[in-house]
């Protein structure tokens, strides 16, 4: 039987892998499970982001929920995060987000969600996939098909967010932010949820637009340069640049300097363990030792997993998480939505930035100062069987080692990652260490273990 879900979704092409009839066999495989499952009536909640093909796959996907008997709430165009919330909020049996996240304009996907707003589990998944492949959906009556009804989810999110921040603290200061939403769904959400904390906005690519005209819409620095060059010249305090379907927030500085993801996940998780007392941080092993720093100063543990907002979400789900995150900027408040969620992200930032009363770049520069290299090589072949042979040699050689995703070696003062892409014929190498020179040859070490298994 074949396989449809990736690490969180499916994702391809529009009108080639991810066509109508696609949608329309996803609703109606998703919908017979949760029938199967012994509801009666499931409702599940739809949304998507702005892409060109958004409309025509969610209506698809919806004439399969229907078909099958489900009840549907179409929240039309929103946030992933927001599609989450709402999906926990209406108390539904499901949800679906039509969303290809940060990939570029001629893609789109399709995300299941379990009640409470997280991923569907692999368990479901796997159901799912069956009744897909076998085609036995349980079809209803005339007299049974499913209703649709409409929501607007995005005046009630923005209040949810704000009702979780000190907006007088923010009142007070009056941040001066410029936003960039990508022409993707967060321009609903962003510039009005930061205009109503009480900040000064001025936003960028904040029509919704999916042909994505301004820029591609994954948030790193080759495709924010224009946009880091805008926030210093406004003189704002600092930039937000999010993806297309606005799940993660990323951080420009006022001198226009773009701030990794990991740094901006520091500072909230600093503040959340805080006001928790402690707690547990989750994060990936791709994650910078940085946030070690953070949840030891707040006395947290911290929990460490594969790569994959997903499996971070799970975790904190399992072992009752209080905060979790990743290297890209994406951020999860386990107790607001099970999974990564931009415009939160942005409302604490801008709340520890507005109580502060720092520069942003001054509470960046006081983070535990780590130096990062990463680097990659095309591999062709079995890349996993390759990465385990790089433990393996590593081993040999008496180094410490982790292999809960790839293969970590550890140091005391750092680390270096060997890693198989799941998409690409790339293995990265990506080394961290406490001082530039010790990184750089952690790096070198990682590479040159990595040539040794090619080469035999
Ligand atoms: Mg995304």
Redesign the pocket.
């Known amino acids: 039987m074949g396989k449809l879900f990736g690490t969180f979704g499916v994702r391809g092409i529009a009108n080639e892998k991810i066509t109508p009839e696609f949608a329309l066999k996803m609703g109606m495989a998703f919908g017979t499970m949760l029938k199967r499952e012994g509801r009666e009536k499931p409702v599940v909640v739809v949304g998507r982001d702005t892409r060109v093909s958004g409309e025509m796959l969610k209506n698809a996907l919806i004439s399969g929920l229907l078909s099958v008997g489900c009840d549907v709430i179409d929240v039309g165009i929103a946030p992933?995060p927001a599609i989450q919330w709402a999906t926990n909020h209406f108390k539904a049996d499901g949800g679906a987000v039509i969303?290809a996240?940060?990939n570029p304009p001629e893609y789109n996907g399709i995300k299941l969600l379990e009640p409470n707003g997280m991923g569907l589990k692999k368990e479901r998944e796997a159901v799912v996939e069956e009744v897909f492949f076998k085609e036995n959906f349980d079809r209803a009556k005339w007299d049974e098909i499913g209703e649709v009804r409409e929501e607007d989810i995005i005046k009630p999110y923005i209040e949810a967010i704000k009702s979780r921040v000190d907006i007088k603290a923010i009142k007070k200061r009056k941040p001066f932010v410029v936003v960039d939403t990508s022409n993707g769904a967060g321009s609903l959400t962003l510039p009005y949820l930061l205009r109503e904390l009480g900040c000064k906005v001025v936003s960028v690519n904040a029509h919704p637009d999916g042909h994505f005209p301004a820029r591609n819409p994954e948030p790193n620095e080759e495709n924010l340069k224009d946009f880091m060059k805008i926030v210093k010249a406004l003189g704002a305090d600092f930039g937000v640049a999010q993806?297309?379907?606005?799940?993660?927030a990323v951080f420009i500085d006022e001198n226009g300097r773009f701030i990794q993801g990991d740094k901006t996940f520091a500072l909230v998780a600093d503040a959340v363990l805080r006001e928790n007392g402690g707690g547990l941080l989750v994060t990936t092993i791709a994650t910078s030792n940085l946030l070690d720093d953070i949840a030891k100063r707040n006395n947290a543990k911290v929990m460490r997993t594969k790569v994959g907002d997903l499996i971070v979400a799970r975790a904190l789900l399992e072992h009752n998480g209080t905060i979790g995150g990743e290297e890209n900027g994406?951020v999860i408040f386990p107790d607001f939505v099970l999974g990564?969620d931009?415009a939160m992200t942005v409302a604490k930032i801008v709340e520890i930035f507005a109580k502060s009363g720092k520069k942003f770049s001054e509470l960046i520069d006081e983070l535990p100062k780590y130096y990062q290299f990463k680097t990659k090589r095309h591999v062709e072949g079995d890349r996993k069987a390759i990465v385990a042979k790089v433990a393996e040699l590593a081993k040999a050689k008496g180094y410490e080692i982790d292999t809960t995703d790839g293969t970590k070696i550890l140091f005391p003062d750092g680390w270096v990652l060997v890693r198989a892409s799941g998409t690409e014929p790339i293995i990265r190498v990506f080394s961290e260490a406490k001082s530039e020179e010790k990184a750089k040859e952690y790096l070198e070490l990682g590479l040159k273990l990595l040539e040794g298994v090619l080469r035999s």
Not at 243 to 248: I, K, L, M, T
């Open positions: 992933t969303t996240s940060h993806d297309g379907d606005a799940d993660r994406g990564r931009g």
